[in-house]
């Protein structure tokens, strides 16, 4: 593996050991943290974890949650685990490809077995453009054809009833994201992220409940920087850990 780089997130509470090169944590894995609606004793699965960083804020924001991180790749799984002992946090670690559905069941992982999926699904899949040269991020980026509405799929079948998800995504893949998702989804909320106030949204937060018949609805925006190209207060405090998008 690449360099590995000993970072901090939510203003140092949370350790995270990281490669130098390739995906690493950022804001996506600080909103979807602070987007979960995480109670004492809830299992709760990070789903395509990397090394941890949404778990482990979720675990720093609430304490008595029973994580499990779930990532296919060995040395970040590894990584993972590392983290985990550092922050002090018991978990258990799911080595698989959550799209094949007998390696789920194999590594232990089974449906109905969460009572909240947070992820942050690759954005690319195979035949578009952009896709990295570096093999750990093009991994953590792409997905096979198809693979976005099988990878939400999948992260609906380990949801209890009653249990809650909640993704970010790239705001101009919203359609496919509500198509995998309507049906079994239900009381979807949508948080959509811009970079400035007047720049059209990068992100949208998607969350909802397995079985609920409540309407969609489309919460308060999220606005990162500020005219003069600083985080937002709101986004400060998001990234310090002294604030939540619930």
Known sequence: MDEITEDYLLGGRVPLAQPAKGHRAGTDAV???????????????????????????????????????????????????????????????????????????????????????????????????????????AAAHALPAGGLEAWLKACLSLLRPRGHLVLIHRADRLAECLEALSGPLGGIGLRFVHPSAEKPAIRVLISGTRGSRAPLGVLPPLVLNGSDGRLTPQAEALHRGEADLL
């Open 31 to 137: 909103l979807l943290a602070a987007s979960a609606p995480a109670k004492a004793d809830d299992r709760v699965l990070d789903v395509g974890a990397s090394t941890g960083a949404v778990g482990l804020m979720v675990a720093a924001r609430e304490k008595g949650v029973h994580l499990g991180f779930v990532e296919r790749d060995l040395a970040l799984a590894e990584l993972c685990r590392r983290n985990c002992r550092e922050n002090g946090i018991e978990a258990e670690i799911f080595v698989t490809d959550v799209l094949d559905k007998a390696a789920r069941r194999e590594a232990g992982l089974l449906p109905e077995s969460a009572d909240l999926v947070l992820t942050n699904p690759p954005f690319l899949e195979e035949g578009q453009a952009r896709i990295s040269p570096n093999r750990g991020r």
